[in-house]
Each structure stands twice: as C-alpha cells, then as structure tokens.
C-alpha cells in the first residue's frame, strides 16, 4: 500500500514541477551548444580573431532567422535534402538486394571484396570528373556520385549482416521445417536488419556530405552547398557561418531519424 | 524388415571429420516413447549423434528409421543448448510458440487452440507476449521447449538444454522437463554432460565410449516417477549413477592410457 501511495506521490509532484533528473539531462544537453556560443562569443567581443573573420554569434543567428523565415535558405536545405533522398533512393534499391546476393554467396563475396574495398577507400569526391563525364553537368551527376557512394556502404553492411547470421537461429528454423526460401525471409532477413539499417544510416549521412561537396563544385544552382561557397565568396560571413550550422542540423536531424528508425524497428538488436 | 516396431533403429551410420573417425557402422535401436539421455566423453560425438539422428547433421554413411519410417516421415523437434541465439528476438515468445505451427500451414485460429491447449497443460507464470530478451535465461529455454512441444512431435531432442543456466535454475528446469515428459510421453533424446541429471531424468541412459564411438552400456534406470530432488540421494539412484560413472571412467581411463 505505502509504495502505491508513493507512486502517486511522485506522479503529482512531476506533472507539478519538472523532474529533476529530466531537468539535469536537458541542461547537460544544452551545455555543450551553450558553451560553443559563449566561446564563439568570447573571441568575438575579445577581439581574439579579426572580426573579418569571424562575424558575432547573435547576428550569426539573427540573420540565419531571418533567412529561414524569408525561405530562401529554407530552398536551399530543400534542395540539397531532396538530392540526398533521391540519391539515398537509389543506393537504398540497387543496394539491400545487391548486399543480400553477396553475403548469401560466399565465392561471389570473396570475389568481389577486393573491388569493394578498393571503392570504398577511394575518395568519392575523386569520381566528380568521371560522374560530370558519364551524366553530364546537370543535377543527376551529383545524384549519380552520393548514389555510388553510399551504393558501396549499403552493399557492404548487408553483406556483412547476412554473413554473420547466427547459424543456430537459421538451424532452428530449419529443424522446425522451415524450406531454404522460408528460412531466408523468416529469419536471415530479420538477422540482417539491424546492420542493414546500420548501413542505411552511414550512407544517408556519407550522401550529404558527397550532395554538399558536389553543389560546391560541380556547378549547383541551388542547394546548401551553393549557399556556402558563394556566401564565401561575396563575404557574406554570418550567411556562411548560419549555411554551415544549417547544414550540420541538416546532418544531425537526418542521423537521428535513423537512429529512432533503427530502435524502433530493430528493437532486439544487441540484446 | 531389419527395422522392429516401435524403435529409433540406428543402421550402418559413419561419419568422419576431417579424416577422424567418429562413428564407423553404429548400430543402435532406441526403444521409441521413451526419456533417453545420452552420455558420453567429451569428444565422442553425442551431439552429432542426435544431429544426424535427427536430420540436422547429414551422416556419411547409414540411415535412421523411426519404427520403420525414414525421417522425412517423422516429426521431430529440437531444443538447442544455446537458447538465446535458438530463439527469435524479433517475435514475441508467443509468436516464437506459434512459429512451427505457421510454418506447418494451419491457420491462426488452429495456432491458437493448439498453443492454448499447449498452455493449459503446461501453464507459465511469465509473460509471454514480452520479447525473448527481455526474459530469464530459464524462461527462455521454457519457450524453446514449449515451441518444440507444440508441433506434438514424434520424437524430441535436447542437446545440452540446460548447461547455460544455473544450478538452481537446472533442477527447476528438469522438474519441468519430467512433467513434460510425464504428461506427453513423447521419445525424448536428451544430450547431456551432467550424469546426475542424466539418470535423473531418463529411463535409459545410453553410455558412448571413445571414438570412434561404439555403445558402452545401455543402462535401464528403473527408479520411479516423479523423481524429485530428493530421488537424488537415494540409494537405488547413487548406485545407479555410480554404475554409469564406472563405465564412464573405465571408457575414458582406457582412451587416455593408449
């Protein structure tokens, strides 16, 4: 009885005031990003670096607001996301298949480890001039090289997944009647998903930055890439520094998407 | 006909790794409807044995008839020492239950009678829609074996189920294992490496020597149900188990001393 009556307690007394530990946990959170800006602001007022380089880290942000709220920089991000996605699209459909064909096949895997390797220790900002070659200058260049990039991480890790398989599980299922078709989707599917979803994470985040680096080089009309580089160049320091912070939510909020995916659908993963 | 009613008849079977001999012409029939427990040195095969017994391992040479009737024929079920990776994580314990009962085609409302005629004979005191992990080491071996019961399989096999659970979870374990049994009558093939529990649980305990493995003693235990922790200290039972431990030891002395 007296520990009901605590619980009750101590559900009143949250939805009253704010829980403690949640509160410590939000400040702990909000330290590092706090601190950033305070030292931001340190060497701004301080005039530790030329101001000619650093712009305040309030006008920084007053002005990504108000480039936000004018929705040009709001384009931008769109612009660059959605090249991701499509190109994150792509790897995604030429890439789990592709994974699954190699891992389920050990002589095809061995023979083609090397090449993997060999791609995916090769700078894909090195493939530009041979993208531009093959799709030409316009959009699906750019497309085309995340796309390969992140192909490469995809194939790689459901590979890798269905490899390592537990071979007591697929036994189980095998022992229970299950046919070599039933057993793959029933159980050797579901031991690759958490790697699998591993995979999808690293290349939706290796796609940003390979989008980003192409709307910088490999002529862009639009995208946060463009922004950067051209805020660069007309000195537009507190739109360059605001696209960059914009740019890394961009990053950040595309990890954590997964990152929740990832829990929710592979809950047992590690466990 | 070789083969006799009601028997597990072991014929011809051989089989090697890597050019050691581990079975050559082994030769057995195992009364069917029985508790059997398998026990042996280490390194002479008995998880191979009911491996191959059971189809999971293919032999080299041999056959395997279930009163007659080739595997493929028989219903058989299995209950792995390693219950965490046996299990599915992704399936609650009840669809992990439900499982073998999908795989065979019935629908979900047979499923359901099946596994709820299932639990009323053997009712567990957990949750069994939570997920595996999140459950006991105990609890999920129980799941395991209720998911090889359900499917009322002519034969099962136990390899080793309980050796990655503690002591006190153990004799808890085999009590319901015995009330399984008791209540089923279905053969059971248990691998074990803990004589005690060996002859506890069994009707018959096969004793395997060395490789290349050859039947040492099918020893009867002729104690009776319901055999309880105190069964253990019985005299009938100390002799017994000291009886398998002697063959045990006369096995193994003679395989080291060559």
């Known amino acids: 009885m007296s520990s009901i009556s605590e619980n009750e307690t101590a559900t009143k007394a949250r939805s009253l005031t704010v829980d403690p530990k949640t509160a410590r946990r939000w400040l702990e959170v909000l330290a590092g990003p706090f601190a950033l800006i305070a030292v931001w602001w340190l060497i701004y007022v301080t005039g530790a670096l030329d101001a000619n380089l650093l712009p305040s880290p309030f006008a920084t942000l007053a002005d990504t607001f108000t480039n936000i709220v004018s929705g040009s920089m709001l384009f931008d991000a769109w612009q660059t996301l959605w090249r991701v996605l499509k190109a994150f699209f792509i790897a995604t459909i030429l890439g789990v298949p592709a994974g699954i064909a190699l891992g389920a096949n050990r002589s095809v895997y061995r023979c083609s480890e090397f090449l993997i390797d060999f791609f995916r220790s090769t700078p894909a900002t090195a493939m530009f001039p041979l993208f531009l070659l093959l799709f030409g200058l316009g959009d699906f260049s750019k497309v085309a090289v995340a796309a390969f990039a992140a192909w490469l991480l995809i194939v790689f890790n459901t590979a890798y997944g269905v490899m390592n398989a537990r071979p007591t599980r697929l036994l189980a299922a095998r022992s229970m009647g299950a046919s070599k078709l039933r057993a793959f989707r029933d159980v050797v599917f579901f031991e690759t998903l958490p790697q699998t979803l591993v995979g999808l994470r690293s290349a939706v985040s290796l796609g940003l930055v390979v989008i980003v680096v192409a709307e910088m080089f490999i002529g862009a009309r639009d995208g946060m890439g463009k922004r950067i580089i051209d805020a660069q160049i007309s000195y537009d320091l507190t739109d360059m520094y605001g696209s960059i912070l914009v740019s890394g939510a961009l990053g950040y909020l595309l990890n954590l998407f997964f990152i929740t995916i990832e829990t929710r659908i592979v809950h047992w993963s590690g466990k | ?258």
């Not at chain 2, 009601?6 to 082994?26: A, E």
């Not at chain 2, 041999?62 to 965490?84: H, M």
């Not at chain 2, 529990?197 to 009707?203: G, P, S, T, Y």
């Open chain 2, 1 to 258: 006909m070789t083969q006799a009613d009601g028997f597990i008849s072991i014929r011809n079977l051989s089989k090697s790794f890597d050019g050691t001999t581990v079975y050559d012409t082994f030769n057995f029939d195992l009364p069917s409807k029985r508790f059997i427990s398998i026990f042996g040195p280490n390194g002479c095969g008995k998880s191979t044995l009911i491996n191959m017994i059971s189809g999971l391992m293919p032999m080299d040479r041999g056959e395997v008839l279930y009163d007659g009737k080739p595997i493929k024929a028989t219903k058989i079920s299995y209950v792995f020492q390693n219950y965490r990776e046996a299990l599915f994580p992704w399936m609650s314990a009840l669809e992990n239950i439900h499982y073998p009962l999908k795989l065979s085609g019935l629908s979900a409302a047979e499923r359901n009678n099946r596994v709820e005629a299932l639990l009323a004979d053997f009712p567990v005191p957990f949750d069994l829609n939570a997920y595996p992990y999140t459950m006991s080491g105990g609890q999920q071996q129980t799941v395991s074996i209720l998911r090889a019961l359900v499917t009322d399989p002519d034969v099962l096999f136990l390899d080793e189920p309980f050796s990655a659970l503690d002591y006190e979870m153990t004799l808890f374990m085999r009590e319901q294992l015995q009330s399984m049994f008791l209540k089923t009558r279905t053969s059971m093939l248990l691998v074990s490496h803990d004589l005690e529990e060996a002859v506890q649980l069994a009707e018959h305990v096969l004793l395997l020597t060395r490789r290349p493995t050859r039947v040492a003693e099918f020893v009867e235990v002729d104690l009776p149900w319901p055999r309880t922790a105190a069964t253990v200290t019985e005299s009938r039972f100390v002799e017994l188990k000291s009886h398998c431990l002697n063959i045990f030891q006369r096995e193994v002395a003679g395989g080291l001393a060559a």
